[in-house]
């Protein structure tokens, strides 16, 4: 009986302890769904479900839904509220340490630089050069669907009201890349520039702020805001 | 003295006089016959001529002209002299009476011994070995004059016998670590005979054995040699040679042999002087015992068959003697000398191209001049580069060193290259503008196969051939099977539909099987892939980039080795769709199955991961389980930062 005793105890402890990593459904209401993996297909997402790194959440009009998620600094546990109308990926829902931050951003110059050519080596051209594109298919693509967009964005915005702002400060980059319309708005590029600030990126908030001053159809509201900012941290 | 013979003595030069075993020492022309291999030790052309001064004359005859000769390297390796030598004869008086209608008449027969013609050819395989063969003419004369009463006069009419024969000998030379060389020459080997002496005269004939002399040579230092050998007609010495600098050498020799008595029967010093193209040396033999050697012997102790060599034998008498040579052509004193040589990549045929940009290994040159010098290196590996590979100057300080890196521009034949073979490649320093090099050196370079692969996805790219018929053909084929399917996709989407359409169709013809050698380090051409109609991950991954370059899909290679966890390292493709982000939704609404980066072009586009090891699963497969692991392995695990993580385009 001791012995079935110990087993429980162990168990229990592993179990917590496996939950203690993980991002938990507390509670659900309305339409909310999950996306595993690299799959298209959201399915149906219940209270208690542990989901994986690899997962997205998505809320629907009326949906909301409360995550529990570790948080590494201090181990306490974060609840966090989804919102109706986000999506946000699970893999963003952690702290990242200054030093993931700077890997995590210097991957996003070496993708957006891809891999340049040694000089010292030698560069083989493709024989298969095509000039031109084709023209033979039909009509011009429209843009990424601005609807997930504003979803995924709002997902940022949790992200930032949850205090995850580096992950912010990414997911921000990766939207205005995909979603061109929405970098343009002056309120997200405000929302973005403070999350690198408060994410201790002190030189690229202050190049993001610097580049928000050229943007078209900023008010001079908008302008003194920026400039004011740009200001507290040159003091920093 | 009546019962005297008296003779003449062939030559040698002062430099091999005063070595003593001179078959590991042979550099040039001069008395190449004692080991012709040596010949590939000249710069150019070489001339010498030869003299010696008898001491059985006492200084009265004077100087006896030996001979003279001249040789000339060519084709680099190669080889040629000759050498006219009328000093080289043996001369016997044989005293004799006879009775003539009884009358006594004091006769003298006269034999005459010479090796007056001689030539040779060297090759040199490598800086450390070589080959040479000779031919020399010996002719034996015997002249034995015959006598008749005619009117009460006794008269002698000529009577010369002649025999001619052309001998063979064959040596090597061999350097199997430096300062070390040792030789071998093989005599008599084979021999061709013009005329033959009478039976009378049959017992006056030379010996024409065959003989084997090994011979050693060792530098301790640029300033000294010790050298030694022995023949196997029990003949042999040792010497040294000592140059302490400004063109001087001094040398001494021993000469031993367990036939003689007593064992060191000759001794032999000479001194030579370098300047500029000439060298000048005088030396000096002596024989330790005597008897026999004045220039006369008793007829009794005359003895044919103890003349096995006509330079050196029991009747050579002491001598001095004196020699001049001159080389022509290639005469400058080096400049820059090789200190050594590091090759430090091994040639892989699929990616020789690199190898001119990205140096194969590097010399290290000294400047021996008291000038700051321009030095170039040159590289060359025979049959496999057209010409020699220079690199670009380094100025180096005087009697400073520099390390030079080589470069090599390869041919197309070293893709013809099977297999992994050893090839000597030779390394170049000049100091000058001249043609000329001012050193030489041979390294070993490893050639692999042209399947090999040297593991890095750097390497890989170089397997990828868009422009190779067979690939090309394929490609086309499958899109002109499909084109239809393609007409209503907008032309944004084309490159993405095409690139899913060959994937489907290679996936549908080709197995996911292991390489012949079930290695990582062999890596099929896409043509051999689509022959043989499978491969592993590897050549899935070259063979479908090819594909997709050949219709102008951008791709690149992802290389995951895992830290601590090499054996789950692992290759997969990416391809450009040429969608813009803003696009990218037309081809998933998952962000998790794209990647975002910029293509050849600069500009950012939306890029596709496939997995080529789930190819019999079809595209949709092998992008899910692509897309997957790049998310997991760079993204999460953020490998590209960490350096675990490669992406290598090829374009």
Not at chain 2, 14 to 20: F, K
Not at chain 2, 90 to 95: C, I
Not at chain 2, 343 to 358: H, T
Not at chain 2, 582 to 601: D, F, G, L, Q, T
Request: charged share 20%; glycine share 8%.
């Amino acid at each position: 009986m001791k012995q079935l005793g110990f087993i429980i105890c162990v168990l229990a402890c592993a179990s917590a302890s496996m939950r203690a990593q993980d991002i938990v459904v507390q509670r659900l209401q309305g339409e909310v769904a999950v996306r595993h993996g690299v799959t298209e297909v959201w399915t149906h997402v219940a209270v208690g479900d542990v989901l994986r790194p690899d997962d997205t959440m998505k809320t629907g009009k009326k949906g909301t839904a409360v995550l529990t998620a570790p948080l590494r600094s201090n181990g306490a546990v974060k609840r966090i509220t989804l919102p109706p109308e986000v999506i946000v990926d699970l893999s963003d829902v952690r702290e990242l340490s200054q030093e993931e931050l700077m890997l995590k951003l210097t991957m996003e110059r070496v993708r957006a630089s891809s891999y340049q050519w040694k000089n010292d080596d030698l560069h083989i051209p493709n024989a298969a050069v095509v000039h031109g594109s084709d023209q033979s298919g039909a009509a011009s693509l429209t843009d990424n669907d601005p609807q997930s967009g504003t979803l995924q964005w709002n997902g940022a915005r949790v992200l930032y009201d949850n205090g995850f702002y580096s992950t912010c400060a990414l997911k921000s980059m990766e939207l205005f890349r995909l979603y061109p319309a929405i970098g343009v708005k002056f309120e997200n590029r405000l929302m973005a520039a403070e999350a690198l600030e408060k994410a201790s990126l002190h030189g690229e908030a202050l190049s993001e702020y610097t580049a928000m001053l050229q943007m078209e159809g900023v008010t001079s509201t908008q302008q003194a805001t920026v400039k004011e900012r740009i200001a507290e941290l040159r003091k920093q | 003295m009546a019962d005297a013979a008296t003779y003449a003595q062939p030559i040698l030069s002062p430099r091999a006089v005063g070595l003593g075993v001179y078959g590991a020492s042979v550099k040039d022309s001069r008395d190449f016959v004692a080991n012709p291999s040596g010949l590939v030790g000249m710069r150019d052309w070489d001339f010498y001529a030869t003299t010696y001064l008898p001491a059985s004359s006492g200084g009265s005859g004077g100087f006896v002209f030996g001979g003279f000769g001249a040789g000339k390297r060519f084709f680099e390796d190669h080889a040629l002299a000759a050498q006219y030598t009328p000093g080289a004869l043996l001369e016997f008086v044989l005293p004799s009476t006879m009775t003539v209608q009884g009358v006594g008449i004091a006769a003298e027969r006269t034999v005459t011994y010479a090796e007056p013609v001689a030539a040779a050819y060297a090759y040199r395989f490598s800086d450390r070995f070589s080959v040479g063969v000779e031919g020399r003419l010996r002719t034996e004369t015997i002249n034995d004059p015959r006598y008749q009463f005619v009117d009460s006069t006794i008269v002698s009419f000529a009577n010369e016998s002649s025999a001619s024969t052309w001998f063979l000998d064959a040596a090597l030379a061999w350097q199997p670590s430096t300062g070390l060389t040792l030789s071998a020459v093989g005599r008599n080997l084979a021999n061709i005979e013009s005329g033959e002496l009478p039976a009378e005269f049959q017992s006056l004939s030379l010996p024409m054995n065959r003989s084997l002399e090994v011979a050693a040579a060792y530098d301790f230092s640029p300033a000294f040699r010790l050298t030694a050998g022995a023949g196997s007609n029990k003949y042999g010495g040792i010497g040294g040679e000592w140059s302490p600098g400004l063109g001087l050498a001094f040398r001494g020799g021993m000469y031993l042999s367990s036939v003689e008595s007593p064992a060191l029967y000759a001794i032999g010093v000479s001194a030579g002087w370098v300047i500029g193209p000439v060298e000048i040396d005088a030396g000096f033999l002596h024989f330790t015992d005597q008897e026999g050697r004045k220039g006369s012997t008793s007829t009794a102790d005359f003895d044919v068959s103890a003349i096995h060599n006509i330079s050196m034998n029991a009747y050579t008498t002491d001598r001095l003697l004196l020699s001049a040579k001159v080389v022509l052509g290639k005469v400058r004193e080096s400049l820059a000398r090789i200190v050594g040589v590091e090759i430090v990549s091994a040639v892989y045929p699929s990616a020789y191209q690199a190898l001119a940009y990205r140096p194969i290994g590097k010399v290290r040159v000294q400047n021996v001049s008291d000038k700051p010098m321009q030095v170039r290196a040159s590289f060359y590996i025979d049959r496999l580069m057209d010409a020699p590979t220079e690199s670009p100057a380094v100025v180096i300080a005087p009697r400073d060193e520099a390390d030079i890196p080589l470069t090599a521009v390869f041919n197309e034949s070293v893709k013809s290259v099977s297999t992994v073979t050893v090839r000597e490649g030779n390394v170049y320093v000049s100091a000058t503008p001249a043609e000329e090099y001012d050193d030489r050196l041979q390294a070993k370079v490893l050639i692999h196969g042209k399947n090999d692969w040297d593991g890095d996805v750097f390497s890989l790219r170089y397997f990828v051939t868009p422009d190779d018929p067979e690939v090309i053909r394929y490609s086309r084929d499958i899109l002109l099977a499909r084109k239809d399917s393609l007409v209503n996709d907008p032309s944004e989407l084309q490159l993405f539909r095409k690139a899913a359409l060959m994937f489907d169709a290679f996936a549908g013809k080709l197995l996911y099987v292991n390489d012949p050698k079930q290695s990582a380090d062999f890596v099929q051409y896409p043509a051999e892939t689509l022959t043989i109609r499978g491969g592993d991950c590897d050549d899935m991954t070259v063979c479908f980039s090819s594909l997709l370059n050949s219709v102008g899909i951008g791709t690149a290679f992802v290389d995951i080795l895992p830290p601590g966890r090499p054996q789950d390292g692992h290759i997969f493709l990416l391809f450009d769709t040429g969608l813009a982000p803003r696009h990218a939704s037309h081809i998933a609404e998952n962000p998790k199955r794209y990647v975002v980066r910029k293509n050849k072009s600069g500009f950012e586009t939306v890029w596709i991961p496939v997995e080529s090891t789930v190819i019999t699963r079809g595209f949709a497969a092998a992008w899910a389980e692509g897309a997957r692991q790049y998310f997991e392995n760079v993204e999460v695990g953020l490998g590209l930062v960490k350096g675990w993580v490669r992406i290598v385009d090829v374009y």
